[in-house]
Structure formats: C-alpha cells, structure tokens
C-alpha cells in the first residue's frame, strides 16, 4: 500500500522558508500569492493490506521520528 | 574529571570540545555513537556540534535513536551533567531533554559569526563564573538556530530560571541573529543538569584565536 505523509509547520509558527519564497515569488511579479508554506512530503510504500492498520503505525512513525509534534502537524493519506 | 564526548556520524567539533576540555586538564574520551554504554566514571557528557546524519529528515532527528542516546537519557535522568552545543542542542529539544524545537534561521541562511551573548541567569553549574549581565563573545555557526518554544513553555522557562543566555550586541542590548523567542541562546532542563546552547564555547578558548570567553562556561561544568 502507498501511503503519502505531508508534513507543515503548525499555523502560528512563522515558516522562514515560506517567507523567503513568498519574498522572491513577489519579486518576480506574482502579486497575487499571499502566503506561502513550505512542508514535506514523505512517500512510503507499507506492507500491510488493512488501510486502519497502516495507518495507525503510520501515526506512531510521525509521533515518534517523521514529524517534531512541537512545531509541525502531519497528515496521513493513502494513495 | 571524566568528560565523554560522543560522536555521530556527521559529528565535526569533537576534536575541538576534546582539545578545549583536555586543555583545562579533564580527562577526555570519545565515544562512538554506537556505543551501547558511556564511560563507567563519567562525569560529564558532551554532545558536540556537527551535521549528526547529514540533518537529514531534521536537524538532530535522526542521532536520537543512536544505541548511546538510551544510555546519555539515563545519565541525565540520573542527574548527570549533560552540555549539548549546537547540532547537541538540537539532540537534546528533540529527545525531549530539553524543551522546544529548532527551525531554520529567520533569513534562511546560515551564519557563521562571532555574536555577542548576555547572561541572564547564573544560578547554574555551567554559568556558575560569571556574572548576570555579563556580555561575552564567542561563535555561532548554524543553519537551523531559529529557537521555538510556545507561549506558555517560554513562561516556565523564566520562571523556572531555565534561559541562561541571550544573544546581544555588545552592550548587551537584544540583538536576534536567527528569529530565536526572545533572542534565547542557551537554556537548562528544570533540574539545572542538561544544557543545551547553539553557540560554541569549545571555539573560543584561546584570547589569540579571537576569544576566551568559552573557557568559564566549560569550566563551570567542571566544579560542583
């Protein structure tokens, strides 16, 4: 089963990284972006066929390596 | 004195923290990450800066599951004093030693400098000799310094006594290099036991090479 995590800063927490794109986008004329945020995206292919399981193991990795839980959120889909 | 640096892959300021500490007459020994234990006799174990595991994932993510860490958890569980300086800081807030997190510099660069630092809080083994108020001057090098804890994380801490050092100009006014929560640049864990900073006191031994003003920040983990 492939299952794409997307890892992004919480709201609230000021994305440096955005910002500086968001600057260079604004440079460059695109005057209509009003706000950038840049995250991860981790694809995975899972040995496992029931789509609750995976997921739930999915969930453990993001709480324990994937995501710092601090100052990111993660979502799990399941392509 | 035992002080135990551990080295990751990816670790770069072993030998400096190594030279720094021997210099002040410790008796100073790597340890691999692999390692399952540290040094029965340890008094003091440093985590050094370095690109542990090319960043990858994150700063720091990845070097906590090291075969080490459970032993360096337990050490400081036990009360035993831990430094962690830049990529060592980023182990620490990870492994949840300390509090906070680490996100890229505010200009998205990396910056590598000699800052100004201001004391805020000596009450402590590592600050021990010197002074509340006291600006000292010694490098930063880092990519992702950018400090982060929420509102009321930042509360305890400075009730707790748990941010020791600012970043500042020369006189010792606020000056922010890389967006960290109120120019923070070192803290403590609420025990006072496990330090973790983004500058690097192991650089700035030697008056000649620009600044010894490192030298009673290491010293102080050496007494008491």
Same mark, same amino acid.
């Given at each position: &089963? =492939?299952?794409?995590? %997307?890892?992004?800063? $919480?709201?609230?927490?000021?994305?440096?990284?955005?910002? *500086?794109?968001?600057?260079?986008?604004?440079?460059?004329?695109?005057?209509?972006? +009003?706000?950038?945020?840049?995250?991860?995206?981790?694809? &995975?292919?899972?040995?496992?066929? +029931?789509?609750? $399981?995976?997921?739930?193991?999915?969930?453990? !990795? @993001?709480?324990?390596?994937?995501? %710092?839980?601090?100052?990111?959120?993660?979502?799990?889909?399941?392509? | !004195?035992?002080?135990?640096?551990?080295?990751?892959?990816?670790?770069? @300021?072993?030998?400096?923290?190594?030279?720094?500490?021997? =210099?002040?007459?410790?008796?100073?020994?790597?340890?691999?990450?692999?390692? *399952?234990?540290?040094?029965?006799? /340890?008094?003091?174990?440093?985590?050094?800066?370095?690109?542990?595991?090319?960043?990858?994932?994150?700063?720091?993510?990845?070097?906590?599951?090291?075969?080490? &860490?459970?032993?360096?958890?337990?050490?400081?569980?036990?009360?035993? =004093?831990?430094?962690?300086?830049?990529?060592?800081?980023?182990?620490?807030?990870? !492994?949840?030693?300390? #509090?906070?997190? &680490? $996100?890229?510099?505010?200009?998205?660069?990396?910056?590598?400098?000699?800052?100004?630092?201001?004391?805020?809080? %000596?009450?402590?083994?590592?600050?021990? =000799?010197?002074?509340?108020?006291?600006?000292?001057?010694?490098?930063?090098?880092?990519? #992702?310094?950018?400090?982060?804890?929420?509102?009321?994380?930042?509360?305890?801490?400075?009730?707790?006594?748990?941010?020791?050092? $600012?970043?500042?100009?020369?006189?010792?006014? +606020?000056?922010?290099?890389?967006?960290?929560? +109120?120019?923070?640049? @070192?803290? @403590?864990?609420?025990?006072?036991?496990?330090?973790?900073?983004?500058?690097?006191?192991?650089?700035?031994?030697? /008056?000649?090479?620009?600044?010894?003003?490192?030298?009673?920040?290491?010293?102080?983990?050496?007494?008491?």
């Amino acid at each position: &089963m =492939k299952i794409i995590v %997307n890892i992004q800063l $919480k709201e609230g927490v000021l994305d440096p990284q955005g910002k *500086a794109v968001h600057h260079a986008l604004s440079a460059l004329s695109f005057n209509e972006v +009003d706000d950038v945020r840049i995250g991860k995206q981790i694809v &995975m292919q899972v040995n496992e066929t +029931d789509k609750d $399981k995976a997921v739930a193991r999915v969930s453990e !990795m @993001c709480e324990e390596l994937l995501a %710092n839980t601090v100052i990111e959120n993660y979502e799990i889909e399941i392509a | !004195m035992k002080v135990s640096v551990v080295v990751f892959p990816g670790t770069n @300021c072993e030998m400096d923290t190594k030279y720094a500490y021997e =210099k002040l007459e410790a008796d100073v020994e790597l340890v691999f990450h692999k390692d *399952a234990t540290l040094p029965a006799n /340890t008094d003091l174990v440093v985590l050094p800066g370095g690109f542990s595991y090319g960043d990858y994932l994150r700063s720091a993510a990845i070097a906590k599951f090291s075969p080490i &860490m459970k032993d360096v958890i337990r050490f400081a569980n036990e009360g035993g =004093k831990v430094l962690g300086i830049c990529n060592g800081f980023q182990m620490l807030l990870e !492994m949840g030693l300390l #509090e906070g997190a &680490m $996100k890229r510099n505010s200009n998205v660069h990396f910056i590598s400098k000699y800052h100004h630092l201001r004391v805020i809080n %000596n009450e402590n083994k590592f600050l021990q =000799k010197l002074n509340i108020g006291d600006v000292i001057n010694i490098p930063i090098a880092h990519g #992702e310094g950018n400090y982060f804890i929420d509102e009321q994380g930042l509360e305890k801490l400075y009730s707790n006594n748990q941010v020791l050092l $600012k970043y500042a100009d020369e006189n010792g006014i +606020d000056k922010n290099p890389n967006g960290s929560v +109120d120019s923070i640049a @070192c803290i @403590c864990n609420e025990n006072g036991n496990v330090f973790g900073l983004m500058p690097h006191p192991e650089r700035a031994i030697e /008056t000649l090479l620009g600044s010894s003003d490192g030298v009673k920040m290491l010293q102080g983990l050496m007494e008491g």
